[in-house]
């Protein structure tokens, strides 16, 4: 089973500064990886598949990049709306498909 | 516009039996991967089961094998989730998801229905 491990936890950003996740895989999953964004009391949204592709209607403001077993989301201009947790998803070794344990983005 | 919206979820005592339903538009669903992912109270999400278009591939997380079954009926565009022998660890929000875009990765998701295992 790969392992997902996300980091940090908690991440405390300005509002339209920079936010980057990291998420890293326990082995190679190529470029099968996927971004999810929960907010509370909400289902997940798909913001990233392919590692780098945004999903039909995410703002350009998210950005994934990466492959192999580094990956990171980034969020160029924090914006209130995009208070949530943020969970990364591989697809190349499955089942089971895994995720990473979340990144909680809060507002400074 | 793609919809999922699940049913079924309640309360149920260990050892109980429930089964979800997932019902399905906007696409079509006889072609794609579909999939329950749940999320336990305050944790993380957690996969589930997958089960391929015409049912030929169906998998399981070990954490549900041989307990839980999936199965779908592609003329009712619908997905299922028979849970059996439930425990108080299968507390959770399950979601209905489906693999349209980047198969086998899961896109879309329903707005989720609680179970809850207790006595």
């Known amino acids: 089973e790969i392992v997902m491990t996300q980091s940090p936890a908690t991440l405390s950003v300005s509002p339209g500064e920079r936010a980057t996740l990291s998420c890293r895989a326990s082995?190679?999953?190529?470029?099968?990886l996927a971004w999810f964004q929960q907010k509370p009391g909400l289902a997940p949204r798909l913001l990233i598949y392919?590692?780098?592709t945004r999903a039909t209607g995410i703002p350009a403001r998210f950005s994934g990049s990466g492959s192999g077993t580094e990956f990171t989301l980034t969020i160029s201009s924090l914006q209130s709306e995009d208070v949530a947790v943020y969970y990364c998803?591989?697809?190349?070794?499955?089942?089971?498909?895994?995720f990473g344990g979340g990144t909680k983005v809060e507002i400074k | 516009e793609v919809q999922l919206g699940e049913s079924g979820g309640g309360l149920v005592k260990p050892g109980g039996s429930l089964r979800l339903s997932c019902t399905a538009s906007?696409?079509?669903?006889?072609?794609?991967?579909m999939n329950w992912v749940r999320q336990a109270p305050g944790k993380g999400l957690e996969w589930v089961s997958s089960?391929?278009?015409?049912?030929?591939?169906?998998f399981y997380a070990d954490s549900v094998k041989g307990r839980f079954t999936i199965s779908r009926d592609n003329a009712k565009n619908s997905l299922y989730l028979q849970m059996n022998s439930l425990r108080a660890e299968d507390t959770a929000v399950y979601y209905c998801?489906?693999?349209?875009?980047?198969?086998?990765?899961?896109?879309?998701w329903g707005q989720g229905t609680l179970v809850t295992v207790s006595s």
């Open positions: 089960i391929s278009s015409s049912s030929t591939y169906i």
């Open positions: 392919g590692a780098s």
């Open positions: 906007g696409f079509t669903f006889s072609n794609h991967n």
């Open positions: 082995q190679t999953v190529n470029s099968n």
């Open positions: 998803q591989q697809y190349n070794y499955w089942p089971p498909l895994t």
């Open positions: 998801a489906s693999s349209v875009i980047a198969a086998p990765s899961i896109d879309y």
